[in-house]
């Protein structure tokens, strides 16, 4: 069977499930562009990532799991600003037109866009290495968004979730991650260990619920992508402050105490990334309301450290020294 | 030296003159998102299309050719809707960092961001094979937009500038076109022709100014992508009609006429694709204002058919019984 674009795009993505109508929504796919009617209270939140095989996710993958994943951590971008998701688009490209693969993909897509009532607006889909560019639009009241800047000394700094689980799983995936590994070959860990860190690394939850509802009580917040140590100190970086964090406060789930050393679970918290949890500031006061809403959601919530004046990210229970945030290219050496 | 993801983005694409500020975005790059404000009037246009290396442009081409054809087909959506460009996201993966391709591919960007007031607002930058991926973000009035629907029996069908120019290009650059071939080896075509056909295909010019100048006088609109048939098709298919394509009047470059047999430039025009032309219909009565309109702009305007009750695309000038529009898919067998 031949499929064309467009049969690709008919059978697998304009389809209800996934392009599903809402009112914002003016014109959906099949033009050439889409139309959104942004309300005049509203501003529009917009983000992209792109996410490549072999380098973001392990080429042989399940495809419902790289279309969940792709999107998650999209939404989890509209999270740290507070934005409610509005709708998306994808710019996919596959090496070939398999439609039990493009079936399980669109069904991934799927289920978080319609959680999250965030449907597909349109898109492109091209031949080449499999790759997935998902642009994620979302609202938020003018001037309610939350940003990296304003954190102020004397605040908490927390957490969500656990910390640290993003990158362990990637160890188990067989990618290398210096200095980070399990207490045991990968085929030894207790079975639901292994599944934890499998659902850690594929279907990250966005923490868009948890965002919405205390997002007035928090003063600037980011997604955990690169480790605490960096997120933290692009916190403090655009806030102008200092982050002085607690190593000893750093929350990790009870498979990662149980696979991994302390000095594993430490380094793939502060440097490991992938956790797409939400770390954010929020004066003292506020504290209780907010283990609130966590405890609401059946979140963990954790105060992991303190602003202060100054600059960097400090964690004086830990020799961080050398220590550097995972970069997608800090390998690369052409200059 | 080491670049950093970073460093990439702090050097090459957040300069200022590539995210340069505009009233309507609230924050640019360097946070979780960017920030758009939508007036209360206009409406959010929106397309994406994504460019592979080896599928989309050749491997080796020159960086700031690569990045004005990408953002120039992602304009010549907005053109085909009628909107105004706004800003655009890139999504960009690279195999390694060198900073003199990047350098070259932000300069490339940056040329048609200033023409059309178009800056960069955020993006994502990993390692893969190389792969532009482009959202353009363009504001029109509300309910003023050009979509494929709106053809009806009696108007008239016109095309800007050259049609089979972009895949005559394709055809110098070496890459497959069954049936569209230049009539004489590439290095024995004049020079200026040779020079024609790179430009056509590396810098496609968005008709944005003859699109928003037009736009009232314009039923239907789509840019030439696919080929005439094809995207003539898609205007008939969304409007309920049908359209017959004259042959006998289908504007050719002056290159083209030149260097390329009647049969190839016909293919070329209805099956090729990669233009980047307008085609459009319009009430009859519209047609002195539709010249005059590109008249001012020096860009050629013909009258290539009609719109007529019932449905498909006819050309009974040419005998194109199975002849079909490329596609990026069509030779995918699994399925």
């Known amino acids: 069977m031949i499929l064309t674009e467009r049969d690709i795009i008919g059978r697998y993505f304009n389809v209800p499930e996934l392009a599903f109508p809402r009112p914002e929504i003016e014109l959906g796919p099949g033009d050439d562009a889409a139309i959104l009617h942004v309300p005049e209270d509203k501003r529009l939140v917009i983000s992209t990532d792109a996410l490549v095989a072999g380098a973001h996710f392990p080429e042989g993958a399940a495809a419902e799991l790289i279309a969940y994943r792709s999107l998650a951590v999209n ?6 600003m507070a934005a409610e998701p509005l709708c998306f688009t994808l710019a ?22 319609r959680e999250f009532r965030c449907p597909l607006i349109g898109g492109d889909i091209g ?43 990637l ?11 399990f207490n045991a070959p990968l085929e030894e860990l207790p079975e639901e260990c292994r599944a934890h860190f499998h659902a850690a690394y594929f279907r990250p939850r966005p923490r868009l619920g948890f965002a919405l509802a205390a997002a007035p009580l928090i003063a600037c917040a980011i997604d955990v992508s690169d480790g605490l140590l960096g997120d933290a100190g692009h916190l403090a970086a655009a806030s102008g402050v200092g982050i002085v964090l607690d190593a000893e406060a750093l929350p990790y789930s009870p498979a990662a105490r149980r696979c991994a050393g302390e000095e594993s679970r430490l380094r793939a918290a502060l440097c490991g990334g992938d956790d797409y949890e939400l770390c954010f500031s929020s004066d003292p006061a506020n504290e209780s309301r907010l283990m609130a809403i966590a405890a609401d959601l059946d979140l963990p919530l954790t105060r992991i450290g303190e602003v202060v004046a100054g600059e960097g990210v400090h964690c004086p229970g830990a020799d961080v020294s050398g220590w550097s945030s995972f970069d997608h290219y800090a390998c690369a050496v052409e200059g």
């Open 92 to 113: 996919l490209t596959l090496p070939q037109a398999d439609s039990q693969w493009l079936e399980a993909f669109s069904g991934g897509l799927a289920e978080l866009a």
């Open 75 to 80: 939404l989890s971008d509209l999270a740290a």
């Open 171 to 181: 160890a188990g995936l067989g990618v290398a991650t210096p200095d980070i590994a």
């Open 127 to 169: 031949r080449g290495p499999l790759q997935i560019a998902i642009q994620v639009h979302g609202l938020c009241r003018a001037g309610h968004e939350l940003r990296r800047e304003g954190a102020g000394a004397g605040q908490k700094v927390y957490v969500t979730g656990w910390v640290g689980d993003g990158v362990l799983a």
